[in-house]
């Protein structure tokens, strides 16, 4: 069965600090892979990654992806309170729908001020 | 500039009654996919619409649930006779083209709770 696991569960953290969150998947025909940050509301689109060894940043974040290991992590320098949030990762398949998203349950990132 | 918008944000229905949620796409967006967020679970797809087509449906019950995106108006998720198992956020997502090929965009989200 396709699944997506993110670690950590949780972080806490102080401003300032930089932090890894981990995304690791299994899935049949991997196509992407994207990062959402959820908030109180919407899961706002953070990156779409599809090809290993590419990074992609924005800003204090940045991405990458390794699809011999099967894994992606986000990257946030510098963090400000502003960055907490649920971080979500979610796989897209290559078969069975490419709008069927397979997300993981989050990493829930807190920084202090 | 709007983005996905759904409404209600929070609708409380009780034991027996139907849910309606809506959804208007961001401009210009044809497909539109509603996702269910269950307490401690990530976002699981329910089904995919297009303007007057469900495309996929596979990830709704094929009980109670019914879902539908009008030539003129919102796409409606329709929940008839809810029960305590129902409670949940639901969001709408709305994309360029078919979701592989271009990010979904998503709504903040309809909170339901079944009393």
């Known amino acids: 069965e396709d699944k997506v696991v993110q670690s950590p569960l949780s972080l806490v953290v102080h401003e300032g600090d930089t932090v890894t969150l981990n995304c690791s998947y299994e899935?049949?025909?991997?196509?992407?892979l994207l990062w959402y940050k959820q908030e109180k509301k919407a899961p706002t689109f953070l990156f779409m990654l599809?090809?290993?060894?590419i990074e992609k940043k924005s800003g204090r974040l940045s991405s990458i992806l390794d699809k011999k290991e099967l894994f992606s992590i986000l990257n946030i320098t510098a963090t400000q309170t502003g960055d907490s949030a649920i971080y979500l990762c979610a796989v897209v398949p290559a078969t069975s729908g490419t709008y069927k998203y397979i997300f993981g349950t989050g990493t829930r990132l807190k920084v202090l001020a | 500039n709007a983005g996905v918008m759904q409404n209600p944000r929070h609708l409380v229905r009780r034991r027996g009654q139907e849910a309606r949620l809506r959804c208007s796409p961001m401009?210009?967006?044809?497909?539109v996919y509603w996702y269910r967020q269950l307490p401690e679970e990530g976002l699981k797809f329910m089904v995919y619409?297009?303007?007057?087509?469900?495309?996929?449906e596979s990830g709704m019950p094929k009980e109670r649930f019914s879902a539908e995106f009008p030539k003129e108006g919102p796409s409606i998720l329709r929940i008839q006779q809810v029960v305590r198992g129902d409670s949940a956020a639901y969001f709408c997502a709305s994309s360029l083209a078919q979701g592989g090929d271009s990010p979904l965009h998503f709504g903040n989200g309809t909170r339901l709770t079944v009393t």
């Open positions: 619409l297009q303007k007057e087509n469900i495309i996929d």
């Open positions: 899935v049949t025909n991997f196509r992407s």
């Open positions: 599809t090809s290993s060894g």
């Open positions: 401009k210009g967006h044809s497909h």
